[in-house]
């Protein structure tokens, strides 16, 4: 009978942290509790738990990536698509399932010829958990973990059933908090087929993959939020559908601010300036930069190329989806205090800066 262990309280759970990472470092196999199932684990750099994984074939074999970053390490060459599904539904219960084409170049060569076999000849599958535990336990490993996920999902420690046999102890924390199990998404070129309908619907992987644009200024009350209004309704035109439509086809439209606070208002001249132009900024409200919002940004355009900087300085790997309003590289001055012939002037620049992103910008 497998143990099954219960930590109980801060200082026990540390122990077990370490417990568990010395088992896998010494190529044992446990199990462990993800958000959606509890999974059947090994360390990817061990030939014995790879070896060992590799008996149970009632369930996904996956890779446990510990972090997006480390996921896109380990598949340079993933799909625009994945890269989208990646930044938004990680950490959390989706499992990408990727051409193994896409792993070449990346950490996936590192590894050794059984553990590659194991991940999968043709597909991959990926994904990264947002279980504490799982995620305390990867910090301390020298690599990721492989994982069995079992067919039907495991929401109980108890549910794990065969698999546990190969274990040397089972993590048992209850129930997990997504008992439908993980939801499962085929990457084929720049498309995708959910095979696993779990926790995350079909619908809302479609409504992931939508293009996300973001405006960013500094207080998220001027210019951002006059830039977002007129590319909506610019957008929705060049569409041929309603502004609140935009999601249906496919698109996003947000700004928010380096130094903003949550729930202002739009300036009035910025609001009275874009309902010139049908857009509508009374329901407006200011909101900071946060990690979230950069991560699920497709396109970003600041104001100024200081904002740019700002940005990468904190986040430099993003660079590439991060730009400058002005296809010049200049900066559009901020109109607050200037009255409203210096608005007007702002709205004209960032109409004809607008215009030369939407000439190219890629619709579905």
Request: proline share 7%.
């Given at each position: 009978m497998v143990e099954m262990v219960r930590p109980d309280g801060p200082e026990q759970q540390q122990d077990l942290i370490h417990r568990a990472a010395q088992t896998l470092s010494e190529g044992g196999l446990i199990g462990l509790p993800t958000e959606s199932s509890y999974v059947l684990v090994g360390l990817s750099t061990s030939d014995q738990s790879v070896s060992n994984l590799g008996k149970y074939k009632q369930g996904t074999t996956t890779l446990l990536s510990r972090s997006v970053e480390e996921a896109f390490d380990f598949f340079p060459d993933l799909s625009r698509i994945g890269k989208k599904l990646a930044r938004r539904c990680w950490p959390g219960p989706v499992i990408l399932a990727s051409d193994a084409a896409t792993t070449l170049g990346g950490l996936v060569d590192s590894l050794s010829p059984q553990t590659r076999t194991l991940l999968g000849e043709d597909r991959v599958n990926v994904t990264v958990s947002s279980e504490s535990?799982?995620?305390?336990?990867?910090?301390?490993?020298?690599?990721?973990?492989?994982?069995?996920?079992?067919?039907?999902?495991?929401?109980?420690?108890s549910d794990l059933n065969g698999l546990s046999d190969g274990a040397e102890f089972v993590v048992d924390l209850g129930e997990v908090r997504f008992p439908d199990g993980p939801t499962s998404v085929s990457l084929t070129g720049n498309d995708f087929t959910v095979f696993r309908e779990g926790i995350v619907s079909s619908q809302s992987v479609r409504r992931?993959?939508?293009?996300?644009?973001?405006?960013?200024?500094?207080?998220?009350?001027?210019?951002?939020?006059?830039?977002?209004?007129?590319?909506?309704?610019?957008?929705?035109t060049r569409i041929g559908c309603k502004q609140d439509e935009l999601p249906d086809h496919g698109y996003f439209v947000s700004s928010a601010g380096i130094a903003a606070s949550y729930g202002a208002p739009a300036s009035p001249e910025s609001a009275t300036l874009a309902a010139e132009r049908g857009a509508n900024l009374d329901a407006h409200?200011?909101?900071p930069l946060t990690e979230r919002l950069l991560n699920h940004a497709d396109f970003v355009y600041t104001m100024t190329r200081s904002h740019r900087q700002a940005i990468l300085s904190q986040r430099p790997e993003v660079a590439d989806r991060v730009r400058v309003l002005a296809s010049d590289g200049g900066d559009v001055p901020d109109p607050i205090?200037?009255?409203?012939?210096?608005?007007?002037?702002?709205r004209e620049a960032i109409e004809t800066h607008l215009k030369q992103i939407l000439a190219d910008f890629p619709l579905t």
């Open positions: 535990l799982v995620t305390e336990i990867g910090r301390i490993l020298p690599a990721p973990l492989i994982a069995v996920v079992p067919d039907s999902p495991a929401a109980k420690a992931m993959t939508a293009e996300v644009i973001l405006f960013v200024c500094t207080g998220n009350t001027c210019r951002s939020p006059m830039a977002e209004a007129l590319f909506r309704q610019m957008l929705a409200e200011s909101q205090g200037g009255g409203m012939d210096e608005y007007e002037r702002c």
